[in-house]
């Protein structure tokens, strides 16, 4: 095991590159199994959890020639192997091994996912659409079993928007007989992404990136080239962590309009944002003004980037509040940044955090952007180390963190725990 260690206090400056978008490629990667020739991913981030469903890919099957940011998926020998602890047990996006497998196979046993538990992440509304397509799903020692003789379209209203259950629906469906549409569908730009994939694949959605999406099924899906959308959550943490050093950093390789929520939010706390074509400059300034930050779903401030704010919050000049309307309870890294001397408390679904000090301290983060909170206070605090164990849940979703870090001017390395 590893833990992470920070001198802080100095601010970020340069560029950094931000990679594909890990909750597209952990949803292309099942998507691609879906087809009956080889698909290529290209801006594929180099992430723990792309390393876990290349294992799974590999256990049912599939032929995967993972090469830095590319991937070649051939899914023609892909068997649908019952998966029912292992592998799917370690990350959240296992469910769409549900989806994926339903539509190709029409059959599908999987546990139920692991992941970042924050809080408890029900997925009834995946089993909810799975069963309106036409399929039986009962729970067997912990594992779903998904049957269907025949996928047939149907008219599914989410009750919660869920990125996880749009994207499970539209995997299944682009291979059900008839027309599904997905009222209520969650609008990230990850599912404008899969189902580009699926289109150039063969697949037959429109209306993605909207509340309603139609999807009409096809008889077979095949191999294509598909280059992922950046990580619009991993270019929200560098934006925050240039504001929160008080440095001056070009986030490259993003696309601007997905991050205009977090892009708002700094520059009314008084950080200066320069917009180009792909990329943002953040300026950080000596003073901040205290605001108010809702977590909502797309096009709102994403609910990933609460935690790597609150500890940006913890540098202004009063009280602010962060209220969280996905998860209600996503605060475990509050108890973490407590040890760093943060005034924050918890009230039902809201952070309160009042401006002050931090200093370094030995924490521990419980889950990824717990974790990007952390790293982002150890970058702020201005003399000692801070030492972050937990470090495999920030792999999970940052790759390349200490290069990059080091790059900007952080003192920032891994050393055995
Ligand atoms: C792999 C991936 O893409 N993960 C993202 C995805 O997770 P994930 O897709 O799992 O999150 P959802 O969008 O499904 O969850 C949104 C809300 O709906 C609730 N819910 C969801 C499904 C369901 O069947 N029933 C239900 O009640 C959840 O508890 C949560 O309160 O979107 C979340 C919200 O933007 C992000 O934090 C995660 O980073
Ligand atoms: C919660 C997250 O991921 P997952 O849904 O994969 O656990 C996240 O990316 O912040």
Redesign the pocket.
Known sequence: MEKLMIAGGRPLRGTVQISGAK?SA?ALIPAAILSESAVTLDNLPELSDVAIYTEILEELGATVDWNHDRMVIDPSRLISRPMPNGNVKKL??SYYLMGALLGRFREATIGMPGGCNFEP??????IKGFEALGASVTNENGALHIKAKELHGAKIYLD?V????TINIMLAASRAKGVTTIENA?K?P?IIDVATLLNSMGAKIKGAGTETIRIEGVDALYGCRHSIIPDRIQAGTYMIAAAATRGDVIVDNVIPKHLEAITAKLQEMGVHIYEMDESIRVVGQTDYESVDVKALVYPGF???LQSPMSSLLTQTKGVSILTDY??SNRFKHIPELHRMGARIKVEGRSAIIEGGPLTAAKVKATDLRAGAALVIAGLIVPDGITEITGVEYIDRGYDHLVTNLSNLGAEVWRQHE
């Open positions: 909750n952990i959240r996006a992440r029900p997925i009834d509304q995946h919660v869920s990125v996880g259950a969650a990230e990850e994403a609910t990933d996905v998860y």
